[in-house]
């Protein structure tokens, strides 16, 4: 009996040493917000059950707080990389890995890569544990298979995700649709950007008359339609401004050709690539379309990149076109790290510092739709942050600790494991034995 | 008297001859340099940071060149006739060098009319010469040369077990590859291991489809050289007959006489010590593996035969051999006393060499390595130097060496830094945001809304 009670007692006491721990304090920070509170010197983050309750100078530290000591940290949101495949690919040149490339007639628009997203992937900690919380996983063209199935004008449905451990790792499922206009629509669509462009045309007339003709559509007296039934409902959201068009154009004319169609249906529509955005920059800012754009490609790599330049960046910020920093090329995905070294790119041709941090952190959260949850340091917000000893945006900085969810996640990844390894040269046996 | 001063001039614009010696210069040799350096003159960068390439960093020094030539580094150097620079708060060091780059054979735009760096049609393809696919209009050249780019080596591609042989550039624009060889640099040969020769050869039933079909390629290869090679030597020494001129072995036997350096493409840390037992067998050297990612796991290999290691700062995981790839590698290879270059393969990689060789010291530093700039910049110039076998001439700042230099706004290894300046053989051949002096080649003039210069 009476060491019944005494386990009781125990087990009281911990419970409540498991509520205080939920409560997390890092004082003494310059904390960067990116919200309106801005930049806080000597600054206080509290967050409490994985949400943030309060970021200031003079906020108080609840009593029992596990309380950090941040002072001479840096403190910034966790980056957000707004285009990518992580955990939707191992190795890329093993295709049983690869999940992120559909091929054929089947499904277009509706094709949802967030069925097959792996937080177990290598990738997750090899990006997360340089600063990255966040990140949009969209469909993608490739070359066709052996049978001849081919991609298409529509990619499918990108999601935002945590990379956390957590099952919930959803963010928001199908935020938009992916659509490839200019060279790639034309190496999807029989061999012309213009047929490219009007099978998004059609798809978009199609889901306005299947809208408005649901139940005749189920009774089989609707006209013919593009698309399938799963797609036609997908777009149906794009239609109503509720889900975004993400569409991978790149040359001026074709920008300002979709930033129309945009407007005709009262679509929100984001830019992927835009590597000549800046040449029509104002009619960006003022139809509202967002671009998420690839900092570095600075090379007319094909014909629609012929007026690419690095302060690209700076140029759409000045017009005030809403925009975040994507990673170049094929280091979307492995190394989705490198975001934080193009936005620093960005701020060495021009871009302020402040605006290059929200180009990989707020912009994002905000053009996907997810700002209420993610991408800057607020009451209300998910703990997705990141502690830093030095400027985030330098090559030579890293980590010194990431929270995703309010967790302090384990700061290891297979390449830490791998170096670690292969950093101990003594002993008789070989390496595999460490 | 008009007549003899028309024929004077012919001969000037024409030969290049002067005054009364009307003899004309001997013709180089077919494919030789004819690289000539750009007009320059004296001139001081004073009162900057100079990391000099060779393990040493001066503070609030100066760097004088002469004729071309860097004719002093230190502090308070006498500037005499030359037109100062006022490089105070800047960095200068050696012009960078990329010991792997497809740029001219692979250019942009990247379409299928400019593939010209993999010859795809027999696993060894010795014969072939990557200058003779270097198209000079390459706009890469240009932004390279922002990013402080002043040799390149210009590789062919791995689909083959033997690629072919590769050119060192001096990066000055040019009309013909020719004018942009540097003077007196050994020929490559490219090798790769791996994945794709037995992919691309395997993929159509043909040899080789394994590693294993790999070595045996290269091994069969060897002994067609060696034999070859004896039979050139006895046939020049009057003994028998000299074999009929065969560009294959040529290029082979040049490599088995310690003439053309081997550039091996080589991944995984295993097929590395295979390749170096290879050249054991064939008594041949191994100058660099190329895209070493597993060069971390036998450093002391690499130490031991005197093997450079070639690495990007971070790509990994694009295919198996790829997999094991840490941000750390060149840093360890550093550490363990082997000659560790950082290269990009990439044309937008080499407009910053400087930053990737920064994200090594980064993750090093984490690792509890630490390496100072003046040790990182060796990654990005006298080791690729050393590889590509122009170490007399380039890579340190020291007198009497070419004035292939690079001023930086700040410390290289800051995202925020730029390159300033570029200087070439002493020629002032980029200046941030002056039309005036950065080139533009040819694709570029007409196609874009841009008003010149490197952007």
Redesign the interface.
Known sequence: MKRRMALAALLVALSITGVHAEVTAITGARVHTVGPAGTIENGTVVFEDGRIVAVGAGVQVPQGARRIDGSGKIITPGFFTPMGQIGLV?????EGTVDYVQRGDRFSASFDVASAYNPRS??VP?NRIEGITQALIAPEPDGADELGNESKVFSGLASVVNLGDGGDFLIQRGVAVVVNLGETGSEVAAGSRAAAFMVLRTALDDARDYARNIPAFEQGNSRDYSLSQADLETLRPVLGGTRSLLVRVNRANDILAVARLASDYDIRLIVLGGAEAW?VADELAQAQVAVVLDA????????D???S???AASILSDAGVRFAIGA???AQ???A??IA?SA??A??NGLAWEDALAAITLAPALIYGVEDRVGSLEPGKRADLVVWQEDP??????PEQVYIGGEAIEMESR??L???R??Q?EGQKP?AFH | MKKTTLTVMACAVLFGCNGTDEKEEEAPAPFASRYAPLPSGPTLLQDATILTGTGARIDEADVLIREGQIAAVGEDVDAGDSQVFDASGMWITPGIIDVHSHLGVYPSPSVLAHADGNEISSPNTAEVWAEHSVWPQDPGFVTALAGGITSLQILPGSANLFGGRSVTLKNVPGRTVQSMKFPGAPYGLKMACGENPKRVYGERAQAPSTRMGNVAGYRKAWIAAADYLEKMESGENGEGEKPLRDLQLETLAGVLKGEILVHNHCYRADEMAVMIDIAREFDYEITAFHHAVEAYKVPDLLAANDICAAVWADWWGFKMEAFDGVRENAALVHDAGACAIVHSDDDYGIQRLNQEAAKVVGAAARAGIDIPPEQAIRWITSNPAKALGIAEDVGTLEAGKMADIAVWDGNPFSVYSQVIRVYIDGALVFERGNPEVNPMTDFTLGTTAMTGGAE
Request: hydrophobic share 35%.
């Open positions: 191992e190795v890329s040149a093993v290598t990738l090899t040449m570095l490609g600075n090379l007319p790599r094909d014909f990149h012929l007026n330049r690095l302060d170049h090329g094929a995905n492995h190394n790290r490198n070294q620093g790119i701020v060495a945006l330098e090559l030579t900085s890293y390449q830490t791998l170096r670690d292969y950093l040269r390496p």
